[in-house]
């Protein structure tokens, strides 16, 4: 059932994940100093399913029992944008920061439910495993790409062909699997995802590598290794991003790891690794939530930068409404997109409703472009307000009486004007700041590959039919056979 906070954080504590943190095992994340702010942050993501105000949106009831609403089968446009209701609220819960939130997994597992068929053998592992994923409102993780070793050569050419992973062996109980992938996000997780990100353009011998799982994060031979952390402390006012949304990035190494055979959803299959997320939904599905997220985070943006201007008086210059406008533009056609998504959407082969895709497509390919420019508008706006920022602490100390004097502004008090600014330096400017600029650009994968997909699979024929009516252009003729 709907889960709570304090049962997630007991789960973690009793069942924590493989993790290596500067070459030490976290045995505690709930306790960890850089592992703590997240693993909080999701207990109480959790419990605003509990939350009077918020429960019908976060859950639904089904026999009885509340479920997570981001694992509510997609059966009709209504229940889209019931999803779309609830990633809202999460996403306004973390001002849109947090990437690896539940219901993010939680949209593809509900896709990949909705059309198992397409799974084949396989099929009722899914049914079950999902199942299995709502009635315990389990976190997932997921890890996406094969190490970045020689790019110039492909995984069988590698110095070792278990660098990527790879299914090493086989038995009628299951598989072992050896070898590495990038980029685990949010490893404090109940369950780990292996599902197929990039397309295996390979010839024979690649079949070891087209394979989709889940496990249990505290598998044996599984180890997630931590990059170092960009929480820059525990106070919230210093740093208020950082101190509770250190999702973390991780290696994530497979010593030789068992997959039970009912734990299996694809196993050496390249034609259903390479059209897994597109012909079952999972695509549009997961971006669904992505829009939602983006939307959010926008947003907070727009927040953010229309208080700093009022606090030191500058909303008053053209320049600065240009650029605040600028942001107004940005929120609406994200706003826009995913309207049309839940509006335009259609069933799969299997009854599934998916949001349209070519909204979906418009505003995955969008918002990496946009949001380097967010970024850039908050840094012309705070200018050097973004430097002189004094720590909670010195307001704390006897020179504090100098900081309430000095960094006063037209609108705020000295500490509510730091404490603002020391927002907008977390999300642009400090080690967190800058991790989600390299985050969103390549979210959804290398941005040329990515308008190269949109320009193979888009219907451009509509539009270019257009112009030679308009030219008058005459039809090609079928070709006629002459006779005798």
Not at 169 to 187: F, H, K, N, Q, Y
Request: proline residues 6%; charged residues 25%; hydrophobic residues 40%.
């Amino acid at each position: 059932m709907a889960r709570s906070g304090k049962e997630y954080l007991e789960a973690l504590r009793k069942d924590p994940p493989n993790l290596w943190y500067k070459g030490q095992r976290v045995e505690d994340p709930t306790a960890h100093p850089v592992f703590r702010g997240i693993t909080h942050m999701l207990a109480r993501l959790y419990d605003l399913q509990h939350d009077p105000r918020y429960r019908d949106v976060l859950t639904y009831e089904e026999g009885g029992r509340r479920y997570p609403t981001s694992l509510l089968p997609a059966r009709s446009r209504d229940d889209l944008a019931r999803r779309g209701a609830a990633y809202k609220v999460w996403a306004d819960a973390h001002l849109g920061m947090m990437g690896r939130s539940p219901d993010y997994l939680n949209a593809v597992l509900m896709a990949f439910e909705q059309s198992a068929e397409f799974f084949g053998e396989y099929a009722e592992n899914v049914r079950r495993y999902v199942q299995y994923v709502r009635e315990n409102d389990l976190c997932t993780t997921h890890c996406l790409t094969n190490p970045q070793v020689n790019r110039a050569k492909s995984n069988l050419e590698q110095a070792d062909p278990y660098i990527p992973l790879g299914v090493f062996s086989e038995s009628p109980d299951g598989i072992v699997v050896r070898g590495a992938r990038m980029l685990s996000t949010l490893p404090t997780a109940d369950e780990l995802l292996v599902f197929p990100s990039t397309l295996l353009k390979e010839g024979p011998g690649a079949e070891r590598y087209a394979v989709a799982f889940a496990i249990p994060t505290n598998t044996p031979g599984l180890h997630f290794i931590s990059r170092e952390g960009l929480r820059g402390g525990d106070s919230s006012f210093d740093h208020p991003l950082s101190s509770q949304l250190e999702e973390m990035d991780c290696l994530t190494v497979f010593d030789d790891v068992f997959v039970p055979k009912e734990r299996i959803f694809i196993l050496k299959d390249l034609e259903r690794c390479n059209t897994a997320y597109a012909e079952t939904g999972a695509l549009m599905h997961m971006a669904h939530q992505v829009v939602v997220l983006k939307t959010a985070k926008t947003e907070a943006f727009l927040g953010l930068i229309s208080l700093i201007a009022e606090a030191i008086g500058a909303d008053v210059f053209p320049h600065v409404q240009e650029k605040i406008a600028e942001v107004i533009v940005y929120l609406e056609a994200m706003k826009g997109l995913w309207a049309r998504a839940e509006r335009d959407a259609k069933p799969n082969r299997y009854g599934l409703y998916c949001p349209d895709r070519g909204a979906i497509d418009g505003a995955r390919n969008l918002y990496p472009r946009l949001y380097p420019r967010i970024h850039e508008i908050v840094q012309q706006i705070g200018a050097s307000g973004l430097i002189t920022l004094p720590s909670e602490a010195d307001f704390e100390a006897p020179i504090g009486r100098h900081l309430e004097k000095f960094l006063q502004s037209a609108s705020l008090p000295a500490r509510e004007r730091v404490q603002l600014f020391r927002l907008a330096w977390d999300m642009t400017l400090s080690g967190f700041g800058a991790r989600q600029v390299l985050y969103e650009r390549f979210f959804f994968g290398d941005p040329v590959r990515m308008y190269q997909t949109l320009f193979s699979v888009y219907d451009k024929e509509p539009y270019k039919e257009r112009i030679r009516e308009f030219l008058g252009w005459r039809k090609p003729q079928p070709a006629t056979v002459a006779s005798d």
